[in-house]
């Protein structure tokens, strides 16, 4: 038998006379809900840039090849934006980090006169004083201390009275690289407060782990040190430098392997005091950061590639964090929806007669 009247108004009909039985009014309707603006999402954010160190490392008059190092990674858009350095390494390495450039550290190596760091004076300490040496780079770092300096920097020394590693990064820059460079025997050993300081070569050659502290994220190495190649050294300087270089080997040889690339100048032949070939020492150190170019081109390329793959990943977890945060103010904003309504919507929304709270 078939109904003459349609069941969608009766229903409603019915709904209406049990709403108006009850004992509490109809509430009236839930104001409405502002809805979340569409947003687009956030592009992936890029991989901090590759922050390179260069550790330079001690070897008296071989140092000038510090310089061609710098040369060519200037050159090739690797230009170190944090130096480390001992000996040597710390008086090319205060200047570098001063704001030169390479070819200004150039022309001044060029026009160094030796008489200009060189301070004679005889001592139970040492031949040189060392004077000299710290009054001409705090000249030409225009007297900022360590900390003030364009870039940053730090020089390694040795403690004398207990052989402990010092990493000076503030105070007066002159007498840090001075006391990083205090050759025993040679030069005087440096008073900074209540202690010695000598040569960092001793226990830090090549200071990869003080670039490594100072933020470096790709370290280039740059080792000048004297080997021993069966060879007696034929004068004081000499023997005295290989004798550091043998007793800093085993700690040089620890902290290297700890460096991202290691450039080896060919300046074995160049004496300690020979000032007389710091040309041919600045050619043989463009000429070995040449031949490593393509190592450190490479290092860098999978450090990029391994921080922007950490970047996706990461702007891909924030994504799906988003997202589960949408969809649970949705359901939260749905269940408020149903909970406001008013008694004939409820009995309504029973029968399925009310869309008013939909579902997200």
Do not use: W
């Not at 820059?173 to 407060?193: D, E, K, L, N, Y």
């Amino acid at each position: 038998m078939r109904l003459a009247f349609p069941l969608r108004p009766l229903v409603l009909s019915s709904l209406l006379g049990l709403a108006a039985c009850g004992s509490n009014p109809p509430a009236p309707p839930p104001a409405a809900q502002a809805q979340p603006a569409i947003t687009t999402p956030a592009p992936t954010p890029a991989a901090p840039p590759v922050k390179v160190g260069v550790a330079l490392g001690g070897g008296a008059a071989k140092g000038f090849a510090h310089i061609g190092v710098l040369k060519m990674l200037e050159a090739n858009g690797f230009a170190p934006a944090v130096v480390a350095g001992t000996s040597a390494g710390s008086v090319v390495g205060a200047l570098y980090a001063s704001g030169m450039n390479a070819f200004e550290l150039q022309e001044k190596a060029v026009a160094l006169d030796e008489a200009k760091i060189r301070d004679l004076q005889l001592s139970s300490g040492g031949l040189v004083q060392g004077q000299k040496l710290e009054d001409y780079v705090n000249a030409q770092v225009r007297r900022k201390p360590l900390e003030q300096l364009p870039k940053p920097f730090v020089a390694v020394a040795t403690r004398l009275e207990d052989g402990e590693r010092t990493v000076f990064a503030r105070g007066n820059t002159g007498q840090a690289v001075r006391a990083s460079s205090s050759v025993p025997g040679v030069f005087q050993p440096v008073v900074i407060g209540k202690h010695h300081f000598v040569d960092g070569g001793i226990v830090s050659p090549v200071p990869v782990d003080a670039a490594r502290q100072l933020g470096a994220d790709v370290v280039i190495a740059v080792d000048i040190s004297n080997k021993a190649r069966g060879q007696t050294p034929g004068h004081l300087l000499g023997a005295l430098g290989q004798s550091i270089a043998i007793m800093g080997q085993k700690l040089g040889q620890a902290e290297l392997a700890r460096a991202d690339v290691v450039i080896r100048p060919q300046v074995l032949d160049i004496g300690p005091a020979d000032f007389s070939q710091r040309a041919q020492a600045i050619v043989e150190g463009e000429k070995a950061a040449l031949a490593a170019m393509p190592q450190i081109r490479a290092r860098i390329a999978q450090l990029q590639a391994e921080r922007a793959q950490a970047a996706r990943q990461a702007a891909q977890q924030a994504r799906q964090q988003a997202a589960l945060a949408r969809q649970q103010e949705a359901q939260e904003r749905h269940q408020a929806c149903l909970d406001n309504r008013s008694r004939l919507q409820k009995l309504a929304g029973m029968a399925g007669l009310d869309d008013s709270c939909a579902a997200p």
